[in-house]
């Protein structure tokens, strides 16, 4: 059975990894060529997961033909920016694969749209589309750590058959039939990483870092309860779940691009540094655009806004949250 990962990162190779150990013929579709000689060769990506080996039924190569022939199911693990252009790239190659999923946190930033609605919008509806979330930093999947995910789809019959075909030993995965739901948490819980980071790196104590989880969970349910989410996902692992990883893991991306930048780094400077994509640096565009769209009133993602986009000194924004109306704590939802 052979499976096809678009994206050789480092959650694409840690997922590509995990299958590969069950047995499966699994090929990473690379855009470098150094990437495909290191794995193919060496049997590791020293540019994404140094140091850790990878079984030799795990593939890579630059030629789609060879990535996507006889493939019964693709994993998107690209940013969530380049999935348009690869879509329209692709297209052909993938015209006879009737099943994708998505490992992608991110929304669109030309279209507001998420992952899902660009695959389908692309592809066709008539195909199985699946969305995976949930707390997994790829380097503990990598090192064989415990990891719980959740998988959603449309289709209950086909969504546990993958659910049963990416399962493995550490890897534990949950089923779901909200897969808007699912999707949205895992782009709305970067946003508010970013917060997080910025709070711890202005010393600002645990308590602070508690009430910001918790307030940014909230800001979570209301916008994608608006959006097409349904609540109880959001309370579980691909929104509270993940969104406590990301708010208290360092290897967030998103939030070391927070804590840079309450340290006085330019968004510029904290990117560079971090290297790897931080995707809510983009989605919070969005997010702030559909906010004024809906009337949402999400503080901590509009403050984030305004720090990455508007020149807000974190210290301010701190200020402005804390001053602002006494309301009930569960309003709007």
């Known amino acids: 059975m052979k ?5 050789a990162g480092s959650w694409g190779t840690a997922l590509g990894k995990v299958l590969a150990e069950k047995g499966l013929d699994v090929w990473l579709l690379a855009r470098r060529e150094e990437v495909v000689k290191c794995i193919n060769e060496e049997n590791e990506n020293p540019f994404y997961l ?51 999923l998505s490992g992608i946190k991110g929304i669109d930033l030309e279209t507001g749209k998420g992952p899902l609605d660009i695959l389908r ?10 969305v995976l ?23 209950q019959d086909n969504t546990k058959q993958i659910q049963e075909l990416i399962a493995w030993k550490y890897f534990r995965v949950y089923r779901s039939y909200d897969p808007v739901g699912v999707e949205l948490a895992g ?9 997080t980071g910025i709070c711890d790196g202005l010393g600002l104590g645990l308590n602070a870092r508690a009430g910001l989880i918790s307030r940014g969970l909230t800001e979570m349910v209301r916008c994608g309860v608006r959006l097409g989410g349904k609540k109880d996902t959001f309370y579980g692992l691909a929104g509270l779940g993940d969104l406590v990883l990301t708010c208290t893991g360092t290897l967030s991306r998103n939030y070391q691009v927070g804590f840079k930048l309450a340290q006085g780094k330019t968004l510029n400077e904290a990117l560079s540094e971090v290297k790897q994509v931080a995707e809510g640096v ?16 999400l503080p901590i993602c509009n403050q984030v806004y305004e720090i990455l986009y508007c020149g807000e000194k ?9 001053s602002r109306t006494l309301k009930e704590e569960f309003e709007n939802l």
Do not use: C, M
């Open 3 to 7: 499976i096809t990962v678009v994206g």
């Open 50 to 100: 140094a140091g850790i080996k990878l079984p030799r039924n795990l593939r890579a190569t630059l030629d789609p033909s060879e990535a996507f022939n006889r493939s019964l199911l693709v994993i998107w693990t690209i940013p969530s920016y380049a999935l348009r252009e690869n879509l329209s790239r692709l297209k052909e190659e993938l015209k006879d694969i009737s099943h994708h």
């Open 121 to 130: 919008e692309t592809l066709g509806h008539e195909k199985n589309y699946y």
């Open 133 to 155: 979330g949930g707390p997994s930093f790829a380097v503990e999947v990598a090192k064989r750590l415990p990891t719980a995910v959740v998988i959603a789809g449309f289709d």
């Open 187 to 195: 782009a709305l819980k970067n946003i508010i990483a970013i917060a």
């Open 282 to 297: 983009k989605t919070v565009l969005t997010i702030k655009k559909l906010s004024e769209q809906e009337g949402l009133d």
């Open 314 to 322: 974190p210290e301010n924004s701190i200020e402005k949250i804390l």
